[in-house]
């Protein structure tokens, strides 16, 4: 029996170890899922607190239920540790660190370097490991690679190694782990195999490509898909609202269409740890190949934009009231930077605060998702969303469509609103008639 066979008998007897290195939104999903499918499972992260909670049976994740952790953990399936050792009893390992971008809008590569050289040095023979940190084309031929063979053991044939992007949508019920396809890109045909079978111990569907650099390349087509036709409708939403349009009944009416359009609805700015920090990394890679990816840039320049454009809208809405931001309340809902989540990374309602800040306004926030959080150098907490509260500011924004409010109540107790969102669309016209500036 070769090599690959042998792995696979391993893998359908559940007697695989399995290592998730990061135990972030991405990887303690993946942890949780190995776990619950009997492999034993072990999450490595550099956060002493996350450890902690997990081996306390409790998920920091919200898609991630604090029950199902507690039983893996009871059940001794699920554990965590910020013990790099833990790799020498690993036999299948993912990692799941962050890749932001650096000051100059660069790759920061240096939790996937940190990560790999942590392996590197207790890497043995039939090793499985997969890269999901979303990155550049290259990143595992190029960088992954090579530290790991300074261990002098080849990859492809004394151990497996594949890039697998990972597609998490944070907050989505209807597409997990579980039902999400999953593509596959490893550095030779006996990579790819074993870590694809891996996968599919846990995902439905498993879609193999002839390269981790195809791999690598397809979650950037599909997050650049995703920043470039958001950044067309909010130039949409700009060239609308010029024309004297609703650019939120424009979109409902295209989507009548039954082909050749998928809508995309405008905002204050794309937030996230994705859309508006992986296009870059292509760019810049591209960059470095004297090729200026043109799409990639002014859709990140439109949609960075955004944050100024509707602080022009509060601005317009206020003078119409005789005010001016300097001095006026300004009240902004959500913070997180999409609905129903607790995820501020990247979120344009920071910078709508900061900039709002700037000018002189006094702002407060709610979100029913973030108790508390660090904005413009200042540590808040939540206002309590009463109706005292709609009353005593001159202006309220909602930046984030969280569907647990109730839009009816601050629609009739706020005496402006500034709708980023089209939130209010089910609102009777008589409430919020006079008072309502949209996108
Ligand atoms: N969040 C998403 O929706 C999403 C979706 C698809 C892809 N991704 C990609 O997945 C990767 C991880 O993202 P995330 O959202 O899970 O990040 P995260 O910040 O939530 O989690 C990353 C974890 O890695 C840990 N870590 C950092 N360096 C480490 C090291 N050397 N060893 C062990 N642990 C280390 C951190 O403490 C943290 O807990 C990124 O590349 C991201 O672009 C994220």
């Known amino acids: 029996m070769g090599k690959v066979e042998e792995l696979k008998k391993k893998i359908d007897r559940k007697e695989l170890k399995i290592g998730i290195i990061g135990l972030g939104y991405v990887g303690l999903p993946l942890a949780v899922e190995f776990a619950k499918a009997g492999f034993d499972t072990v999450g490595i992260d550099i956060d002493p607190k996350k450890v902690y909670t997990i081996n306390r049976g409790e998920s920091y994740i919200p898609d991630v239920p604090s029950d199902e952790v507690k039983q893996l953990v009871e059940m001794q399936k699920l554990k965590a540790t910020q013990d790099y050792s833990e790799i020498e009893a690993i036999d299948a390992i993912f990692v799941c660190v962050p890749t932001p971008l650096s000051k100059t809008k660069d790759p920061d590569m240096r939790f996937v370097i940190q990560a790999v050289k942590s392996i590197k040095d207790r890497l043995r023979e039939g090793h499985i490991i997969s890269l999901e940190s979303t990155t550049y084309p290259g ?27 990972e597609r998490i949508d944070p907050g989505n019920k209807k597409f997990t782990v579980k039902n999400t396809p999953k593509v596959v890109g490893g550095v030779n045909p006996d990579s790819t195999e074993i870590v694809a079978y891996l996968y599919s111990q846990i995902i439905n569907e498993v879609v193999k490509v002839s390269s ?28 609308c609202d010029i024309l004297g349009i609703d650019v939120w009944e424009v979109i409902d009416a295209a989507s009548t269409k039954p082909f050749g359009f998928m809508k995309f609805y405008p905002g204050p700015g794309i937030g996230g740890h994705c859309i508006p920090i992986d296009p870059l990394y292509l760019s810049w890679k591209l960059k470095t190949l004297n090729y200026n990816a043109r799409f990639i840039e002014l859709a990140s320049e439109i949609n960075t934009n955004m944050p100024r454009y509707v602080v022009q809208k509060i601005a317009d809405a206020l003078n119409e009231k005789q005010k001016s931001i300097k001095g006026s309340k300004i009240l902004i809902l959500g913070i997180a ?22 000018k002189g ?30 009353e005593s500011f001159d202006c309220v924004v ?42």
């Open 361 to 390: 306004a006094y702002v407060e926030y709610n979100d029913p998702y973030v108790p508390n959080a660090m904005i413009n150098g200042k540590m808040r907490e939540s206002a309590n969303l009463t109706k005292e509260l709609l």
């Open 337 to 358: 930077y999409k609905k129903d989540i607790n995820d501020l990374r990247e979120s344009p309602a920071i910078d709508i605060i900061r900039l709002l800040e700037e």
């Open 139 to 165: 990143t595992t031929e190029e960088i992954v690679q090579p530290i790991l063979e300074e261990s002098g053991l080849k990859a492809g044939k004394d151990f497996y190694l594949a890039f697998s992007p």
């Open 212 to 239: 981790p650099k195809a791999a690598e390349m397809t979650k950037l087509l599909e997050n650049t898909f995703r920043s470039v036709n958001i950044a067309l409708v909010n130039e949409f939403a700009i060239m």
């Open 398 to 439: 909602i930046t984030t469509d969280h569907s647990n409010y109730d839009y009816e109540f601050i629609a009739r107790h706020a005496k402006l609103i500034v709708d980023t969102k089209n939130a209010l669309k089910k609102v009777p016209m008589d409430i919020k008639e006079g008072k309502l500036y949209k996108l």
